[in-house]
């Protein structure tokens, strides 16, 4: 009998377990860390046996195959152990597709963007009557879901640590919304190496898949030129960059945009969607060229967006008080998605930021920061960087080092007419577990004292 390794408890890793349990593999799960109750329970439920507190490396090593969650990074000396046994090491997601049966996917990555691009493809096919589920980084455990249901379409999110771990997987609509450095800290401060793993997305795909990217990203765009061999129809969308496929493509005029694929178009009025800001522009092109690629109907697409609204952690208002908006942006952990976000701010911003640094350049910021930044409060155990950067380039910087320190400080500097935004373009390892307990945090602190 085969034996399964899964390493990591979390939302990837049980669902692994019980999708290997199924199948009727010799599973084991460990974690290093504490499983929460919630997994223990259905994986004791499901006879899957697990340890947490620490790793039984003789059982471990003892795998034909191991499932990796995407947390782990490959500088664990777990990882480094197995990887010198020749033991194949794969993600939740190449495991999970072996079993999917003839359900079609749409896969989403990107440095910024993805959550929101995946929650309104999701939310188009749903409303249209697809039998669709959603997974990889959001939603339910992807392999879970093929363990115990039967869907037509998989909606998925996957970050660039699960695509490493990706293989022969195909993704039927691929969409990329963007490559700027993220995570290089795991990709040996290597933007070449981050960028060949993002592209990932594209692997195995042949001419009856789509792949939608934007035309306005020259990383992108530079790789498609490398790359001769690609067979899938390209469908590229742009606010900036005249862009032309036979295939199909969406592009941004004033305040509306038109998306074609084949003789199948809608023409959205971005004045008239809940999600601002040219950032979610783009979002909406990537989504409805997917879901034209997957056979949605325009009418239902167009309802679909209009309807839509803000991602939680993601641009969320979190409450009006004297004069003063308070967002929360917690799930801005990178340069890139701070730029997005001040450069949709409308009104003089505080802004809080800082946490864990991932080698992060800061210039690109400078020039919004200057323009709107009243006030930068650095939230985290070092703000030292933080600080030297934006000397001379914001008018007031205020160190904390904890969440209600920040929001104090925040409170005390803005004014009617203000906003405090949280965009922290930083990890929350620091301070929180993560970044949606950061989000949460923040806004429990408003409803409470703002």
């Known amino acids: 009998m085969k034996k399964i390794v899964v390493l990591g408890g979390g939302i990837s890793g049980y669902g692994s377990a019980v999708l290997a349990k199924k199948k009727g593999f010799q599973t084991f799960l460990s974690d290093a860390g504490k499983i929460a109750e919630c997994y223990t329970k259905i994986l004791d439920e499901w006879g899957v046996e697990w340890e947490q507190g620490g790793h039984t490396m003789e059982r471990i090593l003892a795998a034909d195959e191991v499932i990796k969650s995407p947390g782990i990074p490959e500088k664990a000396p777990v990882v480094q152990a197995l990887r010198e046994r020749g033991i194949p090491i794969i993600s939740e997601m190449e495991f999970a597709a072996r079993y999917m049966g003839k359900a079609r996917t749409i896969c989403i990555t990107g440095s910024n963007g993805k959550t929101t691009t995946t929650s309104l493809i999701y939310k188009i096919m749903r409303n249209a009557g697809v039998n669709v589920a959603l997974g990889g980084n959001i939603g339910e455990s992807f392999a879970y879901q093929v363990a115990t249901a039967d869907f037509d379409w998989y909606v998925l999110e996957l970050s660039s640590f699960q695509l490493d771990g990706m293989y022969d997987f195909r993704a039927d609509v691929a969409v990329l919304m963007n490559i700027t450095p993220d995570h290089l800290d795991r990709y040996d401060y290597c933007f070449q190496n981050y960028v060949d793993s993002k592209m990932r997305i594209t692997q195995n795909q042949h001419s009856r ?43 941004l005029a004033g305040d509306e945009f038109t998306a074609r694929v084949g003789k199948r178009e809608v023409t959205i009025d971005t004045t008239k969607m809940q999600i601002r800001g040219l950032h979610n522009a783009y979002n909406a092109m990537a989504a409805a060229l997917a879901t034209l690629a997957a056979g949605v109907d325009a009418e239902q697409i167009a309802r679909s967006i209009y309807e839509f609204s803000p991602v939680e952690h993601r641009l969320e208002p979190a409450g009006e008080r004297d004069g003063v908006l308070w967002i ?20 003089p911003t505080v802004w809080i930021a800082g946490g864990t640094d991932k080698g992060n350049d800061y210039e690109p910021l400078k020039a919004f920061a200057r323009e709107k930044v009243k006030a930068l409060i650095c939230m985290g155990l070092d703000n030292e960087k933080l600080q030297r950067e934006f000397e001379g380039v914001v008018p007031r910087i205020i160190s904390t080092s904890s969440l209600d320190e920040a929001m104090r400080a925040a409170k005390a500097e803005a004014v009617e007419g203000d906003v405090v935004l949280l965009s922290p373009a930083c990890a929350s390892f620091d301070l929180f577990k993560n970044y949606e307990q950061r989000g949460k945090l923040f806004k429990q602190w408003v409803k409470e004292n703002a």
């Open 328 to 347: 929360n942006d917690s799930k801005a952990t990178n340069v890139d998605s701070v730029w997005y976000a001040l450069e949709s701010m409308t009104r």
């Open 209 to 251: 898949c789509s792949f939608v990217y934007s035309a306005d990203d020259e990383v992108i765009t530079a790789e498609i030129d490398k790359r001769a061999d690609m067979r899938q129809r390209l469908l590229p969308f742009a606010a900036h960059t005249a862009v032309a496929s036979g295939a199909g493509d969406a592009f």
